[in-house]
Nanobody, 124 residues
C-alpha cells in the first residue's frame, strides 16, 4: 500500500520560512518523479515544484521561483519543499504526489499517488 505523508505545515508570518517533508512508503521511491502541489480555497490545484527521478531535474512555478527549493533524499524516501520569503498568497493546502509513467510531470493528471495534504497559512 502506497502512502505519502506530508508534515511541516503551519502558520508563518510573511517573509518567514517553512520546510515541508513528505515521507513515502510502499513504492520504489527513487523510480518516481515527485511533485509538490497546492490548492487554495476556490482555486484549482496547481503544481508548485517537481523533481524527476534519476538526475533530479527540477521545475518551479513562476510564482515561487527563487523562493522555494525542492529536494529529495532517496535513502530516506523523502521529498522536501523549503519555502522562504513567504507571501500571503502562498496560503494553501500543500500536497505531495508521486508519478512514474508520465513525461514532463507538470500536470496533476500525470501523478499516481497523493498525500493527504498539509495546511500552510502565511499571515500579513
Amino acid at each position: 500500500q502506497v502512502q505519502l505523508v506530508e508534515s511541516g505545515g503551519g502558520l508563518v508570518q510573511a517573509g518567514g520560512s517553512l520546510r515541508l517533508s513528505c515521507a513515502a512508503s510502499g513504492l520504489s521511491f527513487s523510480s518516481y518523479a515527485m511533485g509538490w502541489f497546492r490548492q487554495a480555497p476556490g482555486k484549482e490545484r496547481e503544481l508548485v515544484a517537481r523533481v524527476t527521478r534519476g538526475v533530479g531535474s527540477r521545475y518551479y512555478a513562476d510564482s515561487v521561483k527563487g523562493r522555494f527549493t525542492i529536494s529529495r533524499d532517496n535513502a530516506k524516501n523523502t521529498v522536501y519543499l523549503q519555502m522562504n520569503s513567504q507571501k500571503p498568497e502562498d496560503t494553501a493546502v500543500y500536497y505531495c504526489a508521486a508519478a512514474q509513467g508520465g513525461s514532463y510531470y507538470l500536470d496533476k493528471y500525470e501523478y499516481d499517488y497523493w498525500g493527504q495534504g498539509t495546511q500552510v497559512t502565511v499571515s500579513s
